[in-house]
Every structure is written in structure tokens, then in C-alpha cells.
């Protein structure tokens, strides 16, 4: 940012101050760890013309207490040697920043300028019986007009101030000249350094831990095609895993599942096909069944369910064809189904005589009007389902790559076979949903006509219902029996009977053709061509799909761009800087390499072995050669002399 200064210096319109740092980095063999950070003196005088204003005083302020913040900085509280202490605001930002004390020095300038003797007092006074912790230090500046003078020539000229005799009361502290600062600041750095060391170790291995997952999270290097196809496949074995276990319902083998609940898939489909056969069963007819009460509206769940997918489905372009308007509930079967089926009957009626007095067009034409309701229903639930699964597809992703741009582009490519895969499901539901209210009514299964004998039997049993009896063993009037059953009988036209008829064949196929087709919708539509079939999407992403990408693909999605280049470089950098630092903290700190550690190790364990082997030894050639060959053994040098005795002294 551009201030006021050099030939700008007049430029009112300019601000005098910047909170912008102006670095400057000074490398060489000899030169120490060091960072000095000059921040502009504090000032009270705003608002003039030319003079900084109360947002320069603001932003000066809050510079100078930002940097004396950190623990790790000496705060050199730099006074004139003329200033009244108690009055500077540097000493009350200092002590709030350094309640302790531990790294304020306080530097008194402009010594030269101090003529009065009761100056000097003072200044003796506040060195000697300093206020501050760590003390004052009296130092000489070079002068307005002493621009010319070379390092060499400072020293003497401050040398030669304090060799005055009425600064020998302070020189004898021996805390005057830019010497003896150098020399407290060298003891109080090394003091800090050591105090901050464990700190910094901590602060060092966090860092180095936050890079080394950075770095897992980018992968290997990435700039062949070998190296491409490697990653990518190791990513797609992942992937194949995790799904599977997915659709195995095996959670417990990635805490991935745990984090993540829309990769509990199977766990979702299930809930959804348990929703759509209840809404089949319930409110699947048109109308309810003679003798049947409407069921009890239990459909929230699988709404609200349906309702989740169809909302995060939202933000998906490509998935506009698969989202359904909300609904608050299913439509509940009108009541009392005979007055269709007369009409249909009447409708439709044919030259037949006896039962059924009806052709296969009107069972057909019944059928479809009671089932109309699965279309939208199942039409509904696959796309749900398919919604439910493009979720999972989509979080499973985002969980095993953490690189953006490769996901982007994974995905991209995926897309198109993935889209595939639900318009064969959808298109599959549609000729399950065409085959049962577009064909005839057929079925194969016995509990068709099982249920058609159960619903007979059940009119006849509502025939007798008006006998009356006393309890189970009851005897009953043979001709009463036969009375109620001619009555029934001859007081029914035939056009009731093919009615009753009508009622109780459609009853019973609809039943059969209800399960069959929940089923078909669910296993066939959703189980084959969503989940467990060769081409389903949750088997689009497979090693042998990323061995036959080509290279240019192959590049195209897993190949680093400029970005992630430049980030692993800077990364490896930081990494390679880290370790280094983390060395030179064990170092210095006491710590010890890897191979100083174990140069200690073999030490250690070689001194502690020669203690024990050399009292071994000792013991051995004393008990086994001494004592036992040459003194008391039977064929000992004691033998052969004859009446040698062989006691030893």
C-alpha cells in the first residue's frame, strides 16, 4: 500500500501509516536464527494538518500490541533518556502483554542529549532500582548529524559518553552501551528459546502431522500414466469394497458408515420397498373390496423417506426426471367396489348363458380400473430409489477422494453410465407396470384359486350367519339349511350372480397379481437393475473399468494439474523443513537422532554384558582351573607328591 513518504512525503491524500509488512530477509552461514520487527512509536497528537490521524493512532496501536502478543518475542521498550517513564503508553502495553515481566527490556536513548545532573539522578535511579523485571539499558544513538559515521566510529563516541565521570554511577551496572544490550538480549534469547523449546517441538510435530496427511490426501505423484492407472485402481478396489459391504449390510468393517449415513444403502432400499409394498397393499385398489375396511394410513414413513431423496435430489440438474412433486399422503380406496363392477358388467356384457355370463374383457377392464394406482406408485418408488442411490454414489466418492478436481472429473465421466443405468431400471418398471394393467389377467399360482374358494365359502358362511345356535355342537335343522340356501338362490337374478361372481374372481386375482408385481417391481426393477446386476450403477466404478480408460482419459481425471503440482512441491518443501527443524529441536533439546539413540542402545547393552562375562570369566578360571584342576582335583599336581597336604592357607 502506498504512504506518505520520499517524494510522496507531501501528498496529504496519501495515509502515513500501513498495516502492510515490509520484509526484508537477510541469509548467510554466519548469520544468526533471528527476526527483528521495527513497528512504528506510538504517538497522541492527531488531527492536525500533515500529522496522522485518530485511524493512523488506531491502527499503529493495535500493530505494536499484535506483535507483543506472541510469547516468543523480545519486547524492546525503547524510552529517551528525557521521557518520563510513568507517562509512556509502550511500558503499559508491554506489562499487559508480559504480565511477568519474563521478556521486556527497557532501552533509554539519546543519552548524549542529558546535561542536567538531576536528569541523570533520575536516570540512575530508574536503572538502578528499575521497575522493570529485566532492567534498563543506557545506549547512545548516532546523531542527527552523524549520518556519515560507520559502525566502528558509533561505538567509540558512546564509549567515550560513558567514560565521562558523571555517568560512572550507571556505567558501573554495567547496563550502558549497545554491548552490554547485545550481550543481556544473547543471554535472555537463549533463556527464551530453551523456555519455548517444548512448545515449539509440539507445535513442529502437529504441523508435520497436518502436512503428512495433506500429503496422503493428494496421493502419490501422479505424472505418468502408470502411475495415473495405479492410483486410480487402488481407489476403485476401495470403492468396489465399500459398496459391496454397502449392499451386504457389512457396516461394522469401515467407520466410513458410522460418519456417513447415506452409505448405509441396502439399509435405505430396504426401508423403501417395505414402504412401497404397504402402499400397494393399502392403497393400491381403487375401491375396497365387498366385506373389506379401509387400513389404517401408516404411509408417513415411507413418504418422509421419499421426500429426503427427492430434496437433496434438488441440487442435481441432471436429476430433474426422477424428482416427484411432494405429497401429503396417498389417495385412500373409495368404498364399496359392486356399483363398478355392475357397470362394467353392463358395459360389457356378452350372449353367454350360465356362469359366468361374462367375457374376458370385462375381468380385464375391471382389473385395470382397481390396479390404476400401482403405476404412479411404483413409477414413484424407483425413483426414489434411484435418487436414494445416486446419493450413496455421490457421498461414497466424496468420502474416498479428497482430491476436488479428480472427484469432478471421476464423476463427469461416470455420469453418463450411471444415467444409463437408472433409465434401464425405470424403463425395466415400466414394462413390469405395461404387463400387469395393459395384458391379460393370467397367473399360474394356486392361491388364486385358493382365494376364490375362500371368498365362496365365506359368502356361503354370510348365507347362514342368520341360523340361530346355542354353541359349537348345536344341532340345526337340516330343512332350515336348506331353506335359507334356496332363498338365497332363487331370490338372486342372474345379473347379481355374474356380479357376485365378477367380484370374487377379481378379488382373488388381484391379491396374486398385487404380491407378484411388488416383488417384480422390487427385485427386478431395484435389486437387478439398480444394485446387483452386472450393469447396475453401483458397479460402474471397477479396476477393469479404469484398465480400459485410455491414457488421454486416464489423464484427463487422474492426471495433477498445475494447482496440485505447485501444492505437493510446497508441500514437500514444508515437509523436508519441518523434519530438519524437528531434528535440530532434539538436538539442542536434549533430544537425540536415531542413530545417536541407538549408538546408546549398543553402548548400554555392551557394558551391561562385559560386566556379566567378565565376573563369568573370572569365576570360571578360578573355580574350574585353579581350584578344581590344579588344587582339589583327583589327579591333581597335589596327587603325585606323595603326604602333600592339601589344605591352603
Known amino acids: 500500500m502506498e504512504i506518505r513518504s520520499g517524494i510522496n512525503k507531501d501528498n496529504l491524500s496519501l495515509p502515513m501509516f500501513s498495516d502492510d509488512i515490509l520484509k526484508i530477509e537477510i541469509s548467510g552461514p554466519n548469520n544468526p536464527h533471528l527476526t527483528v520487527i521495527d513497528v512504528p512509536g506510538l504517538f497522541q497528537v492527531t488531527g492536525q494538518l500533515g500529522y496522522a490521524t485518530d485511524q493512523d493512532k488506531s491502527m499503529v496501536e493495535a500493530m505494536v500490541k499484535r506483535h507483543m502478543q506472541n510469547e516468543r518475542t523480545i519486547v524492546l521498550a525503547v524510552l529517551s533518556c528525557l521521557s518520563d517513564p510513568a507517562t509512556e503508553g509502550i511500558l503499559q502495553f508491554a506489562k499487559a502483554a508480559d504480565p511477568n515481566g519474563e521478556r521486556t527490556v527497557g532501552v533509554l536513548t539519546k543519552a548524549d542529549l542529558v546535561k542536567e545532573k538531576a536528569v541523570l539522578q533520575s536516570l540512575s535511579n530508574l536503572v538502578m532500582g528499575s521497575t522493570l523485571k529485566l532492567g534498563y539499558f543506557v545506549v547512545r544513538n548516532r546523531g542527527a548529524d552523524e549520518d556519515d559515521l560507520d559502525i566502528s566510529q558509533c561505538k567509540r563516541k558512546e564509549a567515550e559518553l560513558f567514560e565521562d565521570p558523571q555517568w560512572k554511577d550507571i556505567a558501573d551496572t554495567g547496563r550502558v552501551g549497545v554491548d552490554a544490550l547485545r550481550t543481556e538480549l544473547q543471554t535472555l534469547l537463549t533463556g527464551l528459546a530453551k523456555r519455548e ?301 355374474v356380479r357376485e361372481d365378477i367380484h370374487d374372481i377379481l378379488k382373488s386375482y388381484y391379491k396374486v397379481a398385487r404380491k407378484r408385481f411388488v416383488d417384480n417391481i422390487c427385485q427386478q426393477a431395484i435389486n437387478h437393475f439398480l444394485l446387483d446386476g452386472d450393469q447396475s450403477p453401483v458397479k460402474v466404478f471397477t479396476a477393469d473399468w479404469v484398465a480400459k480408460l485410455s491414457d488421454h482419459r486416464l489423464n484427463s481425471i487422474a492426471g495433477e494439474d498445475a494447482v496440485t503440482t505447485t501444492a505437493r512441491q510446497r508441500l514437500e518443501t514444508e515437509l523436508e523443513g519441518l523434519k530438519k527443524a524437528l531434528e535440530v529441536l532434539r538436538i539442542n533439546g536434549g533430544g537425540k537422532t536415531n542413530a545417536d539413540q541407538v549408538k546408546e542402545d549398543i553402548f548400554d547393552i555392551l557394558k551391561n554384558y562385559y560386566k556379566t562375562a567378565r565376573k563369568r570369566f573370572v569365576d570360571a578360571i578360578c573355580q574350574q582351573v585353579v581350584s578344581r584342576l590344579l588344587l582339589d582335583g583327583e589327579e591333581g599336581p597335589l596327587d603325585l607328591v606323595p603326604g602333600a597336604d592339601r589344605q591352603v592357607d
Open 197 to 497: 523449546l517444548p512448545k515449539q517441538k509440539a507445535e513442529i510435530i502437529k504441523r508435520l502431522a497436518d502436512c503428512e496427511k495433506r500429503s496422503i490426501s493428494l496421493g502419490p505423484p501422479r505424472s505418468t500414466p502408470a502411475a495415473q492407472r495405479e492410483h486410480l485402481i487402488k481407489l476403485a478396489l476401495r470403492f468396489e469394497r465399500l459398496a459391496n459391504d454397502a449392499l451386504e449390510g457389512l457396516y461394522g468393517r469401515d467407520v466410513l458408515f458410522g460418519k456417513k449415513p447415506p452409505l448405509k444403502l441396502i439399509t435405505k432400499i430396504v426401508e423403501l420397498n417395505d414402504g412401497f409394498s404397504n402402499v400397494i397393499w393399502k392403497k393400491g385398489q381403487t375401491w375396497t373390496f365387498k366385506g373389506k375396511t379401509p387400513e389404517k394410513d401408516d404411509t408417513a414413513a415411507y413418504i418422509g423417506l421419499m421426500d429426503e431423496a427427492f430434496d437433496w435430489a434438488s441440487t442435481f440438474p441432471e436429476l430433474s426426471e426422477y424428482r416427484y412433486p411432494r405429497i401429503a399422503s396417498f389417495k385412500n380406496p373409495k368404498i364399496d367396489i359392486m356399483p363398478f363392477i355392475g357397470e362394467c358388467y353392463s358395459a360389457n356384457r356378452g350372449p353367454e348363458l350360465g356362469s359366468p355370463q361374462f367375457g374376458g374383457s370385462v375381468l380385464t377392464m375391471a382389473f385395470k380400473a382397481q390396479a390404476a394406482n400401482w403405476d404412479e406408485a411404483a413409477t414413484r418408488h424407483v425413483k426414489a430409489a434411484v435418487l436414494v442411490i445416486h446419493r450413496f454414489l455421490h457421498t461414497l466418492l466424496e468420502a474416498i477422494i479428497e482430491d476436488q478436481r479428480m472427484r469432478e472429473e471421476l464423476w463427469m465421466c461416470l455420469k453418463d453410465d450411471l444415467l444409463n443405468g437408472y433409465r434401464r431400471a425405470c424403463e425395466h418398471s415400466k414394462f413390469v407396470i405395461s404387463m400387469e394393467l395393459n395384458g391379460r389377467p393370467v397367473t399360474y399360482n394356486h392361491y388364486f384359486n385358493d382365494n376364490l374358494q375362500r371368498a365362496r365359502l365365506g359368502r356361503q358362511k354370510s348365507i347362514l350367519s342368520g341360523l340361530e345356535t346355542t354353541g359349537q355342537n348345536t344341532k340345526v335343522d337340516l330343512s332350515k339349511v336348506q331353506s335359507v340356501m334356496t332363498s338365497a338362490v332363487e331370490n338372486k337374478s342372474n345379473a347379481d350372480q
